[in-house]
């Protein structure tokens, strides 16, 4: 089956860095991948639509200057979370949609950040 | 009210027994359902579609009441491998192909 890579996995980072999180598509070809964040036993939420050479969509309430998204590639993009606080702290999924007519969405494996 | 609800439980189920979740949407005009199983700290992964006329995969039964806007999912003879997080998800359609998740049932099964 198709499959989406994260990295890093799991990240610690210190309050007011900079923390990027890449998503890639390693076997199919994705114009748009998504963004999600998920807190403690709550659902995914989604945060924005990043569109291959173009500019992502961000939902409401999400600081478009404070998560940097950029989709490069087809097979590639990237969330930046930027100068991090621990409210941050989050599970990050990003998914993938296959560019082929099932549109199928396949689910990276997560990142885990910690902002101390 | 939430676009997707679902029952939160938990719900813990002795194995072997037979174990039914519901989920509600709000947009009437949404197209497209799906039901998505979530190990803890781990990414959701598609368990089933859910189509207008129900449909099964083995043990798992999915059906849709677009009159009463909700979903549901049956497993049957339960496994202690089912235990996980039950997602209910939704797809408005018309161009907008985003994912909205319900919160998630919870479900553990009991040796």
């Known amino acids: 089956g198709a499959v989406v890579s994260q990295h890093p996995s799991r990240v610690i980072c210190k309050s007011g860095t900079s923390v990027k999180i890449e998503c890639r598509s390693l076997d199919f070809q994705a114009t748009t991948m998504f963004w999600y964040r998920q807190f403690p036993k709550q659902s995914l939420m989604l945060m924005a639509t990043?569109?291959?050479?173009?500019?992502?969509?961000?939902e409401q309430g999400v600081e478009k200057d404070k998560f940097l998204i950029n989709h490069a590639s087809l097979t590639l993009s990237t969330l930046t979370v930027t100068s991090a606080h621990p409210e941050d702290s989050s599970f990050y999924i990003c998914?993938?949609?296959?560019?082929?007519?099932?549109?199928?969405?396949?689910f990276g494996p997560g990142t885990r950040l910690l902002v101390l | 009210r939430k676009e997707v609800e679902q029952d939160p439980g938990p719900f813990n189920v002795p194995e072997g027994a037979t174990v039914a979740f519901n989920c509600t949407y709000s947009n009437s005009a949404s197209q497209s359902f799906f039901w998505y199983r979530q190990d803890c700290r781990k990414e959701p992964k598609l368990l089933m579609s859910?189509?207008?006329s129900g449909n099964e995969d083995g043990r798992f039964t999915a059906q849709l009441n677009r009159a009463s806007q909700y979903i549901s999912l049956l497993i049957r003879d339960s496994k202690l491998s089912d235990s996980a997080t039950y997602l209910c998800v939704v797809i408005l359609g018309f161009g907008n192909e985003k994912l909205t998740f319900g919160t998630g049932t919870r479900l553990t099964i009991i040796p």
């Open positions: 859910v189509y207008s």
């Open positions: 998914s993938a949609r296959d560019n082929t007519a099932s549109k199928t969405q396949y």
């Open positions: 990043s569109n291959e050479g173009s500019k992502a969509t961000y």
